[in-house]
């Protein structure tokens, strides 16, 4: 029989599994702000009412991604109001996922009560790129406001995102939660989704096929766990951390090559015979665009999953002298969410070993300062709205 403590507890839990929905949404929601450049205010906002196709989620958890602070600090790539983000009531956040609370006109896909997971971006519907698929190269990006509105959506890019208590979302970005996943494994979907659009793109199927990622962080090591889902062999992941690497040895790299002991093309050429078939580079530097060239087959395909901070020189000859096709992604594009939810419900592999911290939402700049500097080894920071201690423990 369950302790008064575990009676507590969960009936602590469904309390806040069930505030907040249907005839309890209030009317204000507290939201972070950004106001000036790395500064974030706590502030009360009204909460957003749901249109057509659109549903009213509570967020129930939030994980920070890079690019966040990113926004923070420079504010691309967010786009308010046609310009950067600051001192314009935006509330950034993107990984997040929650529960429904309210729903909008002829929405019937979900019912309050339900918890779902979001992509990004829903784009504007209409434009050449989004009739393609290809949302997330929407050529409408940022056009949502005034006369400029075409109906572009991107919740903590170009509307408001998940660092609050309510979010607007379109249907088409939601994905449902299995009951057995947790709060904070569903944000990682959109990390995970990433990696699986990167290999949408290099060819989807890759089985037998030899991968190889560059850079363990949260994205490089779920594609290291997708790759390794989808049957490629082998899979080698390339990292200078090695508490990272360890992590991308348990999601299934079947090499590990830390470029500080050896060198990366040498090795990469030495297990695979002529090159790898497909290279993920999830760093993003001058040396590892170089480094993708260079240790790829010919006939190959290379993903480049992260954003340089500055232009870069490479290699261009010998990308096509050897026939090397180059990719270029952004987000999770082309529904690769629900693809990635799938392989995660079957447990194919454990997102979870990337999230390292959690702090409650009142504790945000803390979280980003974990995240920003690695404190303690932190590789994917969670806020949780239902989190009420502080100390940054999983």
């Given at each position: 029989m369950p302790d008064d403590l575990s009676r507590n507890q969960n009936a602590h839990s469904a309390k806040t599994r069930t505030a907040g929905l249907g005839e309890q949404v209030p009317e204000t929601m507290q939201a972070w702000v950004l106001g000036d450049p790395g500064e974030l205010t706590l502030r009360d906002k009204p909460v957003p009412t749901p249109?057509?196709?659109?549903?009213?989620?509570?967020?129930?958890?939030?994980?920070?991604?890079?690019?966040?602070?990113?926004?923070l600090q420079y504010g691309t790539p967010a786009m308010i109001e046609g310009g950067k983000p600051f001192n314009k009531n935006f509330t950034p956040g993107h990984e997040y996922m929650g529960t429904v609370a309210a729903l909008g006109p002829g929405v019937d896909q979900f019912a309050v009560g339900d918890r779902v997971t979001v992509e990004v971006h829903a784009g504007c519907g209409q434009c050449k790129r989004c009739r393609m698929g290809m949302y997330t190269s929407c050529h409408n990006y940022g056009q949502n406001y005034g006369d400029h509105d075409k109906g572009h959506r991107a919740n903590g890019f170009t509307t408001d995102g998940g660092f609050a208590q309510y979010v607007v979302n379109n249907v088409n970005t939601m994905i449902p939660v299995p009951d057995a996943m947790s709060d904070e494994e569903a944000t990682l979907v959109v990390t995970a989704g990433t990696s699986m659009y990167g290999m949408t793109e290099l060819g989807g199927l890759v089985a037998g096929e030899s991968v190889v990622v560059i850079g363990p962080g949260p994205i490089g090591l779920l594609a290291v766990a997708v790759a390794k889902s989808l049957g490629a062999s082998p899979v080698i992941l390339i990292g200078t951390r090695d508490s990272r690497n360890e992590i991308g040895r348990k999601l299934g790299a079947d090499y590990i090559i830390n470029p500080k002991?050896?060198?990366?093309?040498?090795?990469?050429?030495?297990?695979?015979?002529?090159?790898?078939?497909?290279?993920v580079d999830c760093a993003g530097n001058e040396t590892t665009v170089n480094q993708s060239v260079h240790m790829t087959n010919r006939g190959g395909r290379i993903c480049l999953a992260a954003f340089p901070k500055s232009a870069v020189n490479f290699d261009l000859g010998a990308l096509a002298v050897n026939n090397i096709y180059l990719y270029g992604i952004r987000g999770e594009g082309r529904s690769a969410t629900h693809r990635a939810m799938a392989f995660m419900a079957e447990r194919r592999f454990d997102a979870g070993l990337v999230h390292s911290h959690t702090f409650p939402m009142d504790e945000l700049p803390t979280a980003l300062k974990y995240a920003a500097e690695r404190i303690d080894d932190a590789l994917k920071v969670v806020v949780s709205m239902h989190k009420t201690t502080s100390g940054g423990d999983k």
């Open positions: 249109g057509r196709a659109e549903v009213l989620v509570r967020v129930d958890a939030v994980a920070i991604c890079a690019t966040d602070l990113e926004i002991n050896e060198d990366a093309v040498a090795r990469v050429k030495e297990l695979t015979g002529k090159g790898a078939d497909y290279v």
